[in-house]
């Protein structure tokens, strides 16, 4: 049933309802944390390097919400976006060119498959929101791995994401009030044979109206020791896992990923993983101390 989200501001008409909905803005506000993956993409690349990372691609971009925020993150920043859905890259495109001029000229996305698109080698290279999930096999999943080395400067890194925990291993739904409307996690299907998994994006609103399955993915839920494995056999070094800690007071993830080897066992977790293109001088490496 669809219900009033606790945070909807405003009068009944300002409200949003299904018809007037944009899926892509209503999934950049429910899904992506753009602001915090910028902080981190600096903080792990500065540990490694001594400065601050400057080109980065992000792969599968869709709506190209990151190449957006890296631009305007930092004046000297670079980014490029590549997917191969020309209607979300037409939309992407509009998004960039309503950013200020300065910043506007520093972004861009290019369209086709991520395992064949060449780019300008960048310092970063990312795949968010487990979007590399669509890779089914273990040879597909490294082919991707390795073509995106290729476009990554030497020294620099591979950041991805992943999800698990026992929960991830049950059909059922989620779901989280946002600012007037409801964002819904749907785990359709999960079969524990090939470890595939169908997962939709559903949005609720306060008329009572609904985007049923405005998003879907059938992706294969990788562990994190195969994906490391994965990293590894492309070519990359060093992969690490940051885990997120605990809020103490509410029990949740408190946005803080450190490097670990021990994870906790739980209901849902979601961690980062990087790993380097070549190796890193031992001077300046202070990854791995937490
Ligand atoms: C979940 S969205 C990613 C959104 C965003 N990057 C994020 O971090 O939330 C997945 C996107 O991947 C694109 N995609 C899927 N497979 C692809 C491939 N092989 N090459 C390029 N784009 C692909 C789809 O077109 C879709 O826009």
Redesign the pocket.
């Known amino acids: 049933m669809a219900r009033k989200s606790r945070s909807a501001r405003g009068s009944r008409k300002a409200w949003r309802t299904a018809k007037g909905s944009d899926p892509h803005e209503l999934?950049?506000l429910s899904?992506?944390g753009?602001e915090s993956?910028c902080a981190f993409i600096d903080r792990v690349y500065r540990q490694l390097r001594g400065r601050v990372p400057q080109r980065l691609r992000?792969?599968?971009?869709?709506?190209?919400?990151?190449v957006r925020e890296w631009v305007s993150w930092r004046k000297s920043n670079e980014a490029v976006?590549?997917?191969?859905?020309a209607q979300?890259l037409r939309a992407a495109r509009a998004r960039l060119a309503a950013l200020p001029e300065a910043d506007r000229s520093r972004g861009s996305v290019l369209r086709?498959?991520?395992?064949s698109?060449r780019s300008a080698p960048c310092d970063v290279l990312?795949?968010?929101?487990?979007?590399y999930f669509?890779?089914k096999t273990r040879s597909q999943l490294v082919a991707?791995f390795a073509h995106a080395r290729t476009n990554i400067a030497p020294g620099g890194l591979m950041i991805v994401?992943a999800y698990g925990g026992s929960g991830s291993w049950t059909a059922g739904e989620e779901e989280r009030n946002l600012d007037g409307f409801t964002y819904v996690w749907d785990q359709a299907k999960v079969n524990p044979i090939t470890n595939e998994v169908v997962n939709h994006i559903h949005f609720r609103f306060p008329d009572g109206s609904e985007i049923r399955r405005a998003?879907t993915?059938e992706w294969r839920l990788w562990t994190l020791p195969e994906i490391t494995e994965a990293l590894v056999e492309a070519g990359f070094k060093k992969p690490i896992v940051y885990w997120e800690g605990t809020d103490r007071r509410t029990g949740e993830g408190n946005g803080v990923f450190k490097p670990t080897k021990a994870g906790e066992d739980c209901d849902g977790w979601i961690v980062y993983i990087t790993a380097e293109n070549g190796a890193v001088s031992r001077r300046r490496s202070t990854i791995g101390r937490a």
């Open positions: 999934y950049e899904v992506q753009t993956d992000e792969d599968f971009c869709a709506s190209a919400q990151m976006g590549v997917d191969r859905d979300v086709g498959d991520v395992r698109v990312l795949a968010l929101n487990f979007s669509v890779f991707y994401d998003f993915y």
